[in-house]
């Protein structure tokens, strides 16, 4: 049991390049988030999952995409890279429905936008 | 919207010793959820304690305890007979119940255990 995998640990991308930042779970959880974490800050909600097929927007979704389209897998794409989107990037799952209940973090991204 | 406040960046204790951070929140919710997360150097966020708003017995975790009072809109947590291998970032957290996707963290607190 893996729990959360989140690849690659790092990675550094030029301006305007695109990439996909992978984040899976083996726990059958419905519920399924990306989050961005800044110096001087707590996480952030990019985008969640309450499903196959279902996805909605968080507090900061400019800039990423996301989709579902099995239980397990929860990609985050940046379609064109922004320095501003420096940032070490998190995936998280959890049981039920909602997030009142304990979240299961995979181990971060960190990115680096030149 | 809801908004979390750590005051404390940094603080640090002797192991062995007991050490209280702080947070307070702010909504006009009446139902909702707190938590504090742990996250050691290694990145990793570790759910450490949580707490229901509709309860008014603190949570207790071994060693982590609460001391939460809504009133007043705090959710603070101490930590008892602190060890080394708490040294990590405290995040404290808030989901009101009626958007329990709308999770908000604070900026957290870089705790330091000295030996």
């Known amino acids: 049991n893996a729990g959360v995998t989140q690849t690659p640990k790092f990675q550094v991308l030029k301006t305007g390049q695109s990439m996909t930042l992978q984040c899976a779970q083996d726990m059958n959880h419905e519920y399924m988030s990306w989050y961005r974490q800044d110096p001087g800050m707590g996480l952030r909600l990019i985008h969640y999952s309450v499903g196959a097929g279902i996805t909605d927007q968080g507090e900061v979704p400019n800039g990423y995409n996301v989709s579902r389209s099995t239980t397990e897998d929860f990609p985050l794409r940046l379609l064109s890279a922004a320095p501003s989107q420096t940032s070490v990037y998190f995936c998280?799952?959890?049981?039920?429905?909602?997030?009142?209940?304990?979240?299961?973090f995979g181990p971060g991204t960190r990115l680096t936008v030149l | 919207a809801q908004t979390v406040t750590q005051s404390q960046p940094e603080m640090s204790v002797q192991e062995a010793e007991t050490v209280t951070l702080s947070c307070t929140y702010d909504t006009s919710e009446n139902n909702y959820y707190l938590f504090w997360y742990k996250q050691p150097p290694s990145r990793q966020m570790i759910l450490v304690i949580r707490q229901e708003a509709y309860k008014q017995q603190n949570a207790t975790e071994n060693r982590f305890s609460v001391n939460f009072q809504k009133a007043a809109k705090s959710f603070s947590l101490k930590i008892s007979d602190s060890q080394l291998g708490d040294t990590a970032m405290y995040f404290c957290?808030?989901?009101?119940?009626?958007?329990?996707?709308?999770?908000?963290f604070g900026a957290g607190t870089r705790l330091t255990v000295k030996p």
């Open positions: 998280a799952s959890s049981s039920l429905i909602g997030a009142a209940n304990e979240q299961f």
């Open positions: 957290a808030f989901i009101p119940e009626y958007n329990n996707n709308d999770m908000r």
